[in-house]
């Protein structure tokens, strides 16, 4: 079925939302219509409105910094506006940028996921256009794993820019859903829209009638890595199992020179782990061979992606013992708590604690976390 993304009804039947407007645009370049058009491109050559200004997250507006590196402020090389960094000496709008724009358009190619920034950013924008006064419209668009929340609730001792939404690791949420469920819970005084998708319904694997692709970051060059995210995200934290991070699979696969794949399949649910050698592109194996596993999701709507990865760390765990994870230089357990929300998984995993009740441990979150939404959730399931 073919997807009509949320930019192209914001200017086709919510045109009058923008006419006369001042428009600041936060989003990057993974943000395309139904027919692969940059939406600023778009909405710089709409009739009746005016682009002012440009705000780009995490990795730029133009998508290709890389993962934690700092981007400043310019001009755009045609059009001569102000190109907003909010990932350098500020991460939130601040009012003299809020000055040049009447209201904000908000698209981001999310993954549904806390710790990937864009959420963080989100919430921001939200935050700094309720205390500007500035209208918000959010342009829709899919993310992976919509058919539910996996993973802890962000514990607020934890709380940081890869934990900043109150949600789980992840939400299952698109960027509207999401922006909804902010107001709502942050008590803002906010007039938000959203421009939402048409032709959407929940499917829980990527449809060949969807908009083209664009990678929203370096290293998430597809839809299979974009799904496995929250599963081996743990490599930033952990350098002994390396993620394949600068490969073109980065995130779908986990190797190390001692690690034998063939006594990982166990009991995963909807993924499949493929016997992989490849060549490690950065980290801790940087350069050498490694038996590594790729991760193949064969039912996407049995898949749970922090479960998994709590499986695969638990029984990693059990084969080669804690210090195999934990005691290798490098090592980052403060950044494994930030990613995960929490220090509870880690401090389970080293204390050896079953996978199945440290799984169990964040149900009851979970469930309240499904109730707390449902309200903001746009989209229906076809099969409901």
């Not at 990057?28 to 600023?40: I, L």
């Not at 989100?122 to 899919?142: M, N, Q, T």
């Not at 698109?174 to 005084?189: C, D, Q, S, Y």
Request: aromatic share 8%.
């Amino acid at each position: 079925m073919k997807l009509t993304p949320g930019v192209d009804t914001l200017l086709g039947k919510h045109a009058g939302w923008l006419q006369g407007k001042r428009v600041g645009l936060v989003s990057h370049a993974a943000a395309v219509d139904a027919r692969g058009r940059s939406s600023a491109e778009r909405l710089h050559q709409a009739p009746g409105i005016e682009l002012t200004a440009l705000f780009g997250p995490e990795h730029g507006f133009d998508g290709i910094a890389a993962a934690g590196e700092l981007t400043t402020d310019g001009l755009h090389p045609s059009w001569g506006i102000p190109v907003f960094s909010l990932y350098g000496e500020t991460r939130k709008p601040t009012p003299a940028m809020l000055d040049a724009v009447d209201i904000l358009v908000v698209e981001f190619q999310d993954l549904g996921a806390r710790p990937y920034t864009y959420a963080s950013t989100l919430r921001l924008v939200l935050e700094s256009a309720a205390g500007a006064g500035k209208p918000v419209i959010v342009a829709d668009r899919p993310v992976p794993l919509p058919l539910g929340a996996d993973g802890p609730l962000l514990d607020p001792a934890f709380e940081s820019f890869v934990g900043f939404i109150p949600g789980p690791m992840q939400t299952g949420l698109t960027p509207g859903e999401t922006a909804r469920w902010l107001v709502k819970i942050l008590g803002l005084n906010l007039d938000l829209r959203v421009a939402e998708m048409e032709g959407y319904h929940r499917e829980a694997e990527r449809q060949p009638a969807w908009p083209p692709w664009v990678p929203p970051s370096p290293r998430i060059r597809s839809w299979e890595s974009a799904c496995l995210f929250t599963t081996t995200v743990f490599g930033e934290a952990l350098p002994a199992l390396d993620y394949g991070s600068g490969t073109g699979l980065s995130f779908q696969l986990i190797g190390a020179p001692w690690l034998d794949p063939l006594r990982l399949n166990g009991s995963l649910d909807g993924i499949d782990l493929v016997p992989t050698r490849y060549t490690a592109k950065s980290g801790l194996y940087a350069g050498q061979e490694l038996d590594g596993a790729r991760l193949v999701i064969s039912d996407y709507a049995a898949f749970k992606p922090v479960e998994t990865s709590v499986k695969l760390l638990a029984a990693i765990r059990d084969l080669y013992g804690p210090a195999a994870l934990w005691e290798v230089p490098g090592t980052r357990p403060e950044w494994f708590d930030k990613l995960y929300g929490t220090d509870t998984v880690r401090l389970a995993l080293q204390g050896g604690v079953p996978a199945d009740t440290i799984i169990a441990s964040w149900q009851p979150g979970l469930a309240a976390f499904r109730t707390e939404t449902l309200e903001h959730r746009l989209y229906r399931h076809q099969r409901l």
